[in-house]
């Protein structure tokens, strides 16, 4: 989906279209970082100028109940943020912390519907990996 998609969404959701929320949803659409909403707070305060936590972790959490983003907890003190909401799993580098889209398939017998999967794998990426290689 376009950012003018989601602008169109936001605003049928009763939202108002600041250049804040734009700024948020540019940020996660050209940036597939994962980020947290504390990188997201910090881009779009040096982008418009003035934002407060709380409108960034709002706008975030519309848009997860939008169904638009994806909230996912890597650990007990870290959740990110995905605008990707297709079927992917995650990768996540316990050195660096960054985190990886990886693709999987799996099959599962649930007693009923699957509404959420979530498939999280803790590793070493290879740029750590070669970084430890290279320093022992
Ligand atoms: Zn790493
Ligand atoms: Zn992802």
Redesign the pocket.
Known sequence: MSINQIVELLKNHGLKITPQRVEILRFLQNNRIHPTAQQIYEHVLSKVGSVSFTTVYNTLHTLEEMGQIKKISINDTTTIYDIDTSDHGHFV?T??G?VYDITYKVMVNVPGKTQRTELIVYG??S??NDYLQHKI
């Open positions: 580098c050195i660096c960054n070493i990426c740029q750590c």
